[in-house]
């Protein structure tokens, strides 16, 4: 019932348990849970994940509490089941985006009493996600509704996964087209078709223990050059001691972190010059431009490796987010949307604004100071399948989603990065500290190669990654091996 190893958070496997069995009819309406402690012993984890789960199902109005009495299920939990309409979603462990279809759903149902819709979803692990999602589709059995990167959008959408959106009311997609973010437009339009409703937007960056640097009276690097001396003085052993931390930095350097390896390393090509390919599609990745940024990284993991994990190429992305919240780091590359899990992992504060005195962000060092800055885009967006019998019922409740009401309030509570225009301006105020920081740093953002067979491509970049950041391979031969692959791949 509760999987410990799972990616998929403790707090939503003990709701969607929940849910099952009032859909089921294992639990009825009036049926008294267990107590919060009861639940701990029972499902062996800690009292937060427990609280967080019974606060969502009472949110969601499935459950009910009474003072000095306990929790009870509701009387229109599990309900008419027969009479609601489902709506199949396929999602990956990363579940944080769910709320906004969640919040959708309620919110349709609010207003909709003779046409209830329910969520019947199935989740995977990332690393089985998409192999799931394409056997599905290959057996006419696609889900109705998936989250997807903004970066495999394109590579859906010209291999006839998802629907475009236009087909469904193009009246609605100009709406929405005219209050998207510019850099948001790019990766969710194919040929000037919308194939996704985007949740969130991030940026990729360096994140920073702020007391620590202040501490240390050091500043954030800007260059190269000041980053590897920063690495050095944190890798200092009375440094460490003083501290208590047990790496410099961690960072991918590996197929193991999936898309984030991608997601997190393109940025120091792009700011030396370099790309994967050009406007036009061509390759470009071998470069001199492409070596020097290599070559920098390695600086890094080969010659600086006792400042990394020994483990470190088996680590997953949040591994990586974890050390640095546990304070076994004073560094890590990550994207603002990972905010809320520091704050979630860490023992500093409990709030946005006590966190804030501890946790600094920015984009990533580059070879100079003239140099601009540049972080990599990413976000999530829910499409409909092509496959999908209520196309456009499960657009109706995207349009909710994406609906400023909703999404100010998804953005706000998450603290995300918005991608609609409308809803960041209403996001950057006093109110947001942390929001009014990262949401001008849109417009640094620059988007990974939209390609229609990006998923393969991303698969060469982590190998080509793993060989030089870890295994030490020379530089010039692995890109130019990767760039062989690449051709014949496109061939």
Not at 18 to 33: I, P, V, W, Y
Not at 289 to 303: M, N, R, W
Request: glycine share 6%; with cysteine.
């Amino acid at each position: 019932m509760i999987d410990r190893n799972s990616p998929i958070p403790l707090y939503y496997q003990l709701k969607q348990y929940f849910t099952k069995q009032m859909e089921s009819g294992a639990l009825h309406s009036g049926d008294r849970l267990p107590t919060e402690m009861e639940l701990c012993e029972q499902f062996d984890i800690s009292r937060a994940p427990v609280r967080q789960a019974l606060s969502e199902l009472a949110r969601e109005g499935l459950i009910y509490r009474r003072a000095g009495q306990g929790t009870f299920v509701s009387p229109r939990a599990g309900a008419g089941l027969e009479q609601k309409t489902t709506i199949r979603v396929l999602a990956h462990s990363d579940v944080r985006w769910m709320a906004s279809l969640e919040d959708a759903v309620r919110y349709w149902n609010g207003r909709h009493l003779e046409h209830e819709v329910r969520l019947d979803i199935a989740m995977y692990p990332r690393s089985e996600y998409h192999q799931v999602l394409r056997r599905a589709v290959a057996q006419g059995n696609a889900p109705d509704i998936i989250p997807l990167d903004y970066a495999w959008i394109t590579d859906y959408a010209h291999n006839g996964y998802i629907a475009p959106l236009n087909s469904l009311d193009s009246l609605w997609v100009d709406e929405v087209l005219q209050n998207l973010e510019l850099p948001v437009i790019k990766n969710s339009t194919v040929n000037g078709l919308l194939y996704a409703v985007p949740v969130q937007a991030d940026i990729t960056g360096l994140w920073y223990r702020k007391d620590w640097f202040a501490q240390e009276g050091l500043t954030p690097p800007q260059t190269w050059e000041s980053w590897l001396a920063l690495l050095d003085h944190f890798s200092d052993p009375q440094v460490m001691q003083r501290l208590g931390h047990d790496h410099a930095v961690v960072l991918p350097v590996a197929a193991a972190a999936g898309e984030a390896t991608v997601n997190l390393l393109l940025p120091f090509l792009w700011v030396a010059g370099g790309n994967v390919v050009n406007d036009a599609g061509d390759l470009i990745l071998n470069s001199p431009e492409v070596y020097a940024a290599l070559s920098f990284l390695q600086e890094i993991t080969i010659k600086r490796r006792a400042c990394l994990p020994a483990a470190l190429p088996t680590f997953r992305v949040w591994d990586l987010i974890r050390l640095f919240a546990q304070s076994r780091a004073p560094m890590t590359l990550g994207g603002t949307y990972e905010w809320p899990r520091i704050r979630d992992e860490c023992d500093w504060a409990e709030d946005e604004t006590a966190t804030a005195q501890f946790l600094g962000f920015q984009l990533l060092p580059r070879p100079t100071v003239s140099t601009p800055p540049i972080g990599s885009l990413g976000g999530t967006s829910w499409a409909i399948l092509q496959q999908s019998a209520v196309q456009e019922l499960s657009l109706e409740i995207l349009k909710l989603a994406a609906s400023t009401e909703l999404s100010a309030a998804f953005c706000g509570e998450n603290l995300q990065i918005s991608p609609y225009v409308s809803v960041n301006r209403a996001l950057s105020t006093g109110a947001h500290p942390w929001l009014t920081m990262i949401v001008p740093l849109l417009e640094k953002a620059r988007t990974r190669p939209l390609l229609h067979n990006y998923r393969q491509v991303s698969l060469f970049l982590r190998q080509m990654f793993e060989q030089i950041l870890w295994r030490g391979m020379a530089v010039e031969e692995t890109v130019q091996r990767t760039v062989q692959s690449l051709m014949l791949l496109s061939n």
